[in-house]
Structure formats: structure tokens, C-alpha cells
Antibody
Framework: EVQLVESGGGLVQPGGSLKLSCAAS????????MHWVRQASGKGLEWVGR??????????AYAASVKGRFTISRDDSKNTAYLQMNSLKTEDTAVYYC??????????????????WGQGTMVTVSS | DIQMTQSPSSLSASVGDRVTITCRAS??????LNWYQQKPGKAPKLLIY???SLQSGVPSRFSGSGSGTDFTLTISSLQPEDFATYCC????????FGQGTKVEIK
């Protein structure tokens, strides 16, 4: 079964750190770019960042709101992606999802979308 | 940054109704537009990619159209399981999402 399972969420004080994990199964994880997306309660989805595959030099990119505080990494031997969150702020409180970046090709060209999502893990930043 | 604006933010409809949701990009994104469905407490589910291509396993009552800056998601005949929030996402650059449209039971 193709799936992503996040873990590591919890309650942390402002200024603290937390590391989320995203375990993949059922597909070739090593060849996939992986993204993190978050959703605050009652709000829309916000892209957090991504890590590309080894073939693309494990390149990372981040949203401006988390750049310099969050780090995405991966361990292809464990089929797992990680989101290290430092200097957490109350506004980082959200459900965090990992998702696979998939490419589609047809006669008009190529497109891409997030086709597999984990169930999400809740991060609460509060004193 | 590319901004995505959806309308309406919510709508009420009945089973069997035709429902249309629009998404507008702040600049041209060609056809790099995806649609997701999200139910309460669940992860988003990909419905449409490339503005009009149906993801495998998604019912054919869902369709997408548009290019450039204006896009539409249409549900041809609303079913009970379709009551959810729908969200667009541009993949022209790293993916900005729209704020969502909640489809409620009338």
C-alpha cells in the first residue's frame, strides 16, 4: 500500500525545537521529491518546504516564513523524510503534512502535483 | 509570489446540483493548476492536475478547465460524499494554495 505516515508532533514552548518524521512505503521513495505543507486550525494550506531526490542533489527550498528556522532532510535508506523545526513561534502551530511530488506527462507537456499525503501530525507551540 | 484567490469562500448546494468553483492566479500560470478535496480532519486528496486532467480513481463528475489566470472546478452532479472543502494550488512556481471553498449541504 502506498502511504506516508508522519510522527513527532506535540506541544512545545515558543523558542523550542521539534523534529517531525515522514515514513514512506509502497513506492520508490528515493526517486521522489518530498514536501511539507501545514494547515493552521480553520485556515488554508501553506507550503513549508521541499527536498528533492539524490539525482537532484537533495536540493531544498523553504517558505519565507520558515527559512532559517526549519530544515528538511531525508534518509533514503530508511524511506523517511524529516522536518527539523527550531526557534518555534506560536504562529507555527498547525497540522503538518508530508506529501509526495509527482510528475505527469501527456501530449501537452508535463505537470506536477502532490498526489500522496500523510495523515498529518499536530504541532502546538504554546507556553 | 503568486497569489491564488478562490471564490466563493463557501456555498450551499443540494445533492444533484451542478457546482462551480473558481480560482484566479495573480499572474499567468499556464495550465499549472491543481485541485484538491479535503474533508474535516483528513489530508487533502488530489482531484485534478494540469488544470483539466483527472487524477486516477477520481469520479468523472469532477472536471477542471481554464488556463492563464482563471480556472474552474466543476462538479456535474453533487453527491453526498462531495460535501467538503476544495482548494486550488499553482505548481508554476513552488505551490501556493488558494484559501479554499467549503461546499455545504443546503
Amino acid at each position: 500500500e502506498v502511504q506516508l505516515v508522519e510522527s513527532g508532533g506535540g506541544l512545545v514552548q515558543p523558542g523550542g525545537s521539534l523534529k517531525l518524521s515522514c515514513a514512506a512505503s509502497g513506492f520508490t521513495f528515493s526517486g521522489s521529491a518530498m514536501h511539507w505543507v501545514r494547515q493552521a486550525s480553520g485556515k488554508g494550506l501553506e507550503w513549508v518546504g521541499r527536498i528533492r531526490s539524490k539525482a537532484n542533489s537533495y536540493a531544498t527550498a523553504y517558505a519565507a516564513s520558515v527559512k532559517g528556522r526549519f530544515t528538511i532532510s531525508r534518509d533514503d535508506s530508511k524511506n523517511t523524510a524529516y522536518l527539523q523545526m527550531n526557534s518555534l513561534k506560536t504562529e507555527d502551530t498547525a497540522v503538518y503534512y508530508c506529501t509526495r511530488h509527482q510528475y505527469y506527462y501527456d501530449s501537452s507537456g508535463y505537470y506536477d502535483a502532490f498526489d500522496i499525503w500523510g495523515q498529518g501530525t499536530m504541532v502546538t507551540v504554546s507556553s | 509570489d503568486i497569489q491564488m484567490t478562490q471564490s466563493p469562500s463557501s456555498l450551499s448546494a443540494s445533492v444533484g446540483d451542478r457546482v462551480t468553483i473558481t480560482c484566479r492566479a495573480s499572474q499567468s500560470i499556464s495550465s499549472y493548476l491543481n485541485w484538491y478535496q479535503q474533508k474535516p480532519g483528513k489530508a487533502p486528496k488530489l482531484l485534478i492536475y494540469g488544470a483539466s486532467s483527472l487524477q486516477s480513481g477520481v469520479p468523472s463528475r469532477f472536471s477542471g478547465s481554464g488556463s492563464g489566470t482563471d480556472f474552474t472546478l466543476t462538479i456535474s452532479s453533487l453527491q453526498p460524499e462531495d460535501f467538503a472543502t476544495y482548494c486550488c494550488q499553482q505548481s508554476y512556481t513552488t505551490g501556493t494554495f488558494g484559501q479554499g471553498t467549503k461546499v455545504e449541504i443546503k
